[in-house]
Structures are given as structure tokens and as C-alpha cells.
């Protein structure tokens, strides 16, 4: 009978070992990455490579799925080993839970574009939250984990009965273990803390003056004189922005001053136009409120733009009859998107000089970018300076690393 159930057990034992070590690898490469995606600091360091990094991130997370559903499978027979001992259970139940939350929104956010920007919103929270919950935890539970499965392994080998094998020892009420535990929970803790304060203010609605007072201060450009906003910009009349930017760049965030700064349109026009910092902020200016979707999943509800539709400079110019693209340049020397004429021409296109009644700040692609409301913010050229039209086709920086050419947001 003994040795019967011995059989049984060890390969289950085996294959429980293996699954977790399996896991905690997938595991542990999905929290990096995304830690590295999720904190502005390093999304800033790394650039380009942040695109190839979420690729890699999803792909591991798609993989991760075969792991997941095993550990299901053998959850409930690995749950009789763990009676007497009820932490454990939910030691394994939160790590389940976990996982599922994790995967759930994760798919959504691979999906997003089918999902459209509210859901990917909410399973951008629903990651990050149980990220700055979950990896704690997980990290917590990977010490506890080591302990039962060194016991369990051991157990599988043994040749005594069962009755005498999970016989519960008592322990100390306060162990050296548990010591070590609780002092890695609060270094834990510490490490996560102030990341998990920055997501939460990035995450709710902040106000949006106290927001934008805070975004001011981001603000290198030295451009004078200011651009003076129109009375329905101070309002501001869509009620304030709703939500946070995040800064994505490629480059180092480049600064200007009325020294560097020039806007030019040209390529196939009648009339090719430039125009000083000063020139530029006495055009004749509109105010329009609209969303700001990102493709990973956060979206600016509410946003009061001020500027100049991209339509009013396009016929400031008079664009040639063989011109087709619009090509957009970014004056951080790298970043380019375009927009076919039929695109450029809507009227909600814009560039862009003040937010909710406030000079755009540097690093939000202040002093002029683009705006193209119906279409995923890869379109919106922060640092816009120069508009070519061009007679072919081109394609964008962030489209010619994978991200689709059609940008619309299909379903706001
Ligand atoms: N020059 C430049 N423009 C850019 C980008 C960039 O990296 N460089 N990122 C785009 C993407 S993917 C998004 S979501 C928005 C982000 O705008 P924000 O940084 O102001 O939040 O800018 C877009 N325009
Ligand atoms: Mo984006």
C-alpha cells in the first residue's frame, strides 16, 4: 500500500518541481520586463528598444499560458498534500489568482486594438495593480514555495507510510525563518512603495491644474513670447484633462529656444512657408477637446487643445496636385509619422501649442505637436517642426517596427 502510493506520488512530485521551476523563470522574466516597460524611467532609457521589449514581454506572456493551465491541472491534487496547512492553500490560491489576472489582462492589452481604448484602459490597471500587489507577494510566496517543496520532494522518496509522513510538526511561534521573511516583506515593501505611489497618482484623475502645474516643471523650452491663451482655452471648456501622460520618447526630451526653433512646411507646395517662434505663435489659433489614446493601453480623456489645424497650414501653402503623403518630422531628429492628404485635410487634426490653456511642455512635445484625436497617439509628433508632402508613401518610425499602419481607434 505504502509502496504503492509512493509510485504514484513521485513523478507527481517531480513534475510539480519541475512546473515551478518553470514558472518562477517565466515568471520572473515577465516581472522584469515589465517593470522595465511600466516605469518612466526606464522607458525612457530604453527607447526604441522599448517596442522590441513589449513584443518579447507578450510573447513570453502568450507562452506562459501552457505553464499556467498545468498548474491548474495539478493544483487540485497538490491541495489534499497541503490540508493541514491552510497558509499554504492560500499561499497557492493568491498565486493562482494572480497569475489569472494577469493573463486575462494581458490578453486584452496584446488585443487592444479589438478591445478599444476603455477596456484597454481598465486592463492596463488591472496589470499594473496586481504587479505592484502581486510581485511582493510572489516574491513572498517563492520563499515559502522553496520550503514545501523541498518537504514534498523529500516526502516522495521516502518509504514510510503516509499517516506517519504528514504528521504536523508544531514550530516555534516566531522562527528564524519568519524573522528573514518579514524582513525581506519590508525591504520589499520599501523597494516597491514609491513606484506603486507614482502609479497610483499616474492612474487616478488627478486634477488636472494641479496635474499640469506638476507637468510645468518639466518644461526645458525657453520660447518667448509665451503663446497666450484664448478664453476657451483657459476655461478650459472640455472640463480639464482626465487621466495622465505618460512620456514616451525616443531620444534624449530635446529643449529649443528662439534661437533653434523653426516650423517649415515645403516638399510639393506653391508656396513654401517658415516661420520664427515669434511668427508662429501669431497665427490664428482654434480650440478643440478630444481623447489621446495610446496603443498600450492608457488613454487622456478630455484634453483642451489649442493651435493651428493642420488644414489651415496645408492651404496656407497650397498643396501641388502630385503631392500624396504628408510627412511629419520631429525636431528630436528621428521620430517621423505621416498621414495621407484625405487624413491631414480632417478638421480635428492639429498642431498643437497649448494643453487645457498651458504652453505644451517639453516633455510632452512641447512647444508644437501634432494631434490626430481619432487615431493611436503614435500619430501625435511630439516636436513637430517640419511638414514635407511628399509624392509617395512613407512609413513612420513606430509603423516600421511592427506597429500597423492603420492607426484609426476603431471604436473610442
Ligand atoms: N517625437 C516623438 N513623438 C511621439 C513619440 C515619440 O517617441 N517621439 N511617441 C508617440 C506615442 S507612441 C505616444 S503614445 C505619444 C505619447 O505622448 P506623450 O509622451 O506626450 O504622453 O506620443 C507620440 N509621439
Ligand atoms: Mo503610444
Known amino acids: 500500500m505504502g509502496k504503492r502510493l509512493e509510485r504514484a506520488r513521485q513523478p507527481y512530485g517531480k513534475k510539480l518541481k519541475l512546473l515551478h521551476t518553470w514558472n518562477g523563470w517565466i515568471t520572473a522574466v515577465l516581472a522584469l520586463t515589465g517593470l522595465l516597460l511600466a516605469i518612466g524611467f526606464w522607458r525612457a532609457v530604453l527607447g526604441e528598444g522599448r517596442v522590441w521589449l513589449k513584443w518579447f514581454h507578450t510573447a513570453v506572456g502568450i507562452v506562459s499560458v501552457i505553464p499556467i493551465f498545468y498548474y491548474f491541472l495539478l493544483a487540485g491534487k497538490h491541495w489534499k498534500l497541503l490540508k493541514r496547512k491552510p497558509w499554504q492553500r492560500v499561499n497557492v490560491m493568491v498565486v493562482l489568482a494572480l497569475l489569472l489576472g494577469w493573463l486575462i489582462s494581458g490578453i486584452f492589452l496584446w488585443q487592444y486594438r479589438a478591445a478599444g481604448p476603455r477596456i484597454a484602459n481598465l486592463a492596463l490597471t488591472a496589470h499594473d495593480l496586481l504587479t505592484w500587489i502581486g510581485l511582493p507577494l510572489i516574491l513572498y510566496h517563492s520563499i515559502i514555495r522553496a520550503r514545501w517543496l523541498r518537504d514534498l520532494s523529500r516526502r516522495s522518496v521516502k518509504t514510510e507510510p503516509e499517516e506517519k509522513d504528514m504528521v504536523y510538526t508544531p514550530e516555534p511561534v516566531y522562527t528564524r525563518r519568519e524573522f528573514i521573511r518579514g524582513a525581506i516583506g519590508a525591504v520589499m515593501a520599501i523597494v516597491f512603495a514609491p513606484s506603486f505611489l507614482q502609479w497610483l497618482n499616474e492612474a487616478g484623475n488627478v486634477d488636472s491644474s494641479e496635474a499640469m502645474a506638476r507637468i510645468f516643471d518639466n518644461d526645458k523650452n525657453m520660447l518667448l513670447p509665451p503663446p497666450s491663451p484664448s478664453a476657451d482655452s483657459v476655461l478650459p471648456i472640455g472640463g480639464g484633462a482626465k487621466g495622465h501622460f505618460r512620456v514616451y520618447t525616443v531620444t534624449a526630451i530635446p529643449s529649443f529656444t528662439n ?54 497650414l496645408l492651404a496656407l501653402a497650397g498643396v501641388k496636385t502630385e503631392a500624396r503623403t504628408v510627412k511629419l518630422y520631429s525636431a528630436d531628429g528621428v521620430y517621423t509619422d505621416e498621414l495621407n492628404l484625405e487624413q491631414a485635410m480632417m478638421d480635428d487634426v492639429m498642431v498643437a501649442l497649448l ?58
Open 355 to 412: 494643453h487645457d490653456g498651458r504652453p505644451i511642455p517639453s516633455d510632452l512635445g512641447g512647444p508644437a505637436r501634432l494631434i490626430v484625436p481619432r487615431m493611436y497617439a503614435y500619430k501625435s509628433v511630439k516636436w513637430l517642426h517640419r511638414i514635407e508632402l511628399i509624392p509617395g508613401e512613407h512609413i513612420g518610425y513606430w509603423e516600421e517596427r511592427g506597429y500597423p499602419k492603420d492607426a484609426w481607434v476603431s471604436n473610442p
Open 259 to 312: 534661437e533653434n526653433w523653426l516650423f517649415t512646411v515645403d516638399g510639393l507646395v506653391e508656396k513654401p512657408l517658415r516661420w520664427t517662434w515669434e511668427q508662429f505663435v501669431e497665427l490664428e489659433r482654434s480650440v478643440q477637446v478630444s481623447d489621446f489614446h495610446c496603443v498600450t493601453g492608457w488613454s487622456v480623456y478630455s484634453n483642451t487643445w489649442e493651435g493651428i489645424p493642420l488644414k489651415r
